[in-house]
T-cell receptor
């Protein structure tokens, strides 16, 4: 079974600074997908970034980038130039082949961006 | 506009009653999913369906039932057998290894 661990329940960062959210996972699969989702107070789940395990290059989306370390089973999210609108819960997720490609989520990190 | 709709946004029921949560998508996706979210927890998989007229139990299916009679619809029934039904429920559909989520339904059972 795959597990996803987010070890930081809460984090805080000042506007314009950089913050890194941690995620580790456990799997015996070789090809898989990893995701970071953002859940603002509206509770809508928003895809932030996606990483395919067979790609060595780390994914980037504007101010968001990941540090994917396959051997260490680590998938951290870096947010650069943090903005007040980045305040949200962030969930790391692993796509499960054996459950119809459903997502297995970590417990989340609550990020607060302060002025 | 293409997307996933869930209704209603808030739902209140008395203990012992079954309740059905609606999920509709017009994205033409084959796969659909139901997740439950509790405070301090990530989302947990209840049921999923990869094709019409077929569905599978997820990690926490006890006390829930689903149907998939149409491609665009995947309703979830929370039965009286579910011990702690109060939660936030999210529906999703999937294509090309990406999931798209609805806005969710907050169910409160008293």
């Amino acid at each position: 079974a795959q597990t996803v661990t987010q070890s930081q329940p809460e984090m805080s960062v000042q506007e314009a600074e950089t913050v890194t959210l941690s995620c580790t996972y456990d799997t015996s699969e070789n090809n898989y997908y990893l995701f970071w989702y953002k859940q603002p107070p509206s509770r809508q789940m928003i895809l932030v970034i996606r990483q395919e395990a067979y790609k060595q290059q780390n994914a980037t989306e504007n101010r968001f980038s990941v540090n994917f370390q396959k051997a260490a089973k680590s998938f951290s999210l870096k947010i650069s130039d943090s903005q007040l609108g980045d305040t949200a819960m962030y969930f790391c997720a692993f796509m499960k082949r054996d459950s119809g490609y459903a997502l297995n989520f970590g417990k989340g990190t609550s990020l607060l961006v302060t002025p | 506009d293409g997307g996933i709709t869930q209704s209603p946004k808030y739902l209140f029921r008395k203990e012992g009653q079954n309740v059905t949560l609606s999920c509709e998508q017009n994205l033409n996706h084959d796969a659909m999913y139901w997740y439950r979210q509790d405070p301090g927890q990530g989302l947990r998989l209840i049921y999923y369906s990869q094709i019409v007229n077929d569905f599978q139990k997820g990690d926490i299916a006890e006390g829930y039932s689903v149907s998939r009679e149409k491609k665009e619809s995947f309703p979830l029934t929370v039965t009286s057998a579910q011990k702690n039904p109060t939660a936030f429920y999210l529906c999703a559909s999937s294509e090309n290894y990406e999931q798209y989520f609805g806005p969710g339904t907050r169910l409160t059972v008293t």
